[in-house]
Nanobody, 114 residues
């Protein structure tokens, strides 16, 4: 069974940093694309960043501040978040797309105080 488990969320001050992790129960080579999404209170889930075998892509709102990466030896996806702003407050979800399905983690809360 494929599982994605996020961790690393928390409360941080404006301008601070956090690193989110997403541990996969299978080799992350199983996923042709992995990404991070977020959902703020009262808003729809939005895309944050994506990584494939050779490329990364970011939403304009996080470009230059967030970095997505993965460790294929540990089967972990990361999201390094710097220069955090109150508008980054949301539940962050890990996503993995494989040929046999699309998978989501349970989410981790990030709160940024002003």
């Amino acid at each position: 069974q494929v599982q994605l488990v996020e961790s690393g969320g928390g409360l941080v001050q404006y301008g601070g940093s956090l690193r989110l992790s997403c541990a996969a129960s299978v080799t992350i080579h199983s996923f042709y694309r992995m990404g991070w999404y977020r959902q703020a209170p009262g808003k729809q889930r939005e895309w944050v960043a994506t990584i494939t075998a050779g490329t990364t892509d970011y939403a304009e709102s996080v470009k230059g501040r967030f970095t997505i990466s993965r460790d294929t030896t540990k089967n972990v996806l990361y999201l390094q978040m710097n220069s955090l702003k109150p508008e980054d407050t949301a539940v962050y979800y890990c996503n993995g797309e494989a040929i046999y399905g699309n998978y989501w983690g349970q989410g981790t809360q990030v709160a940024v105080s002003s």
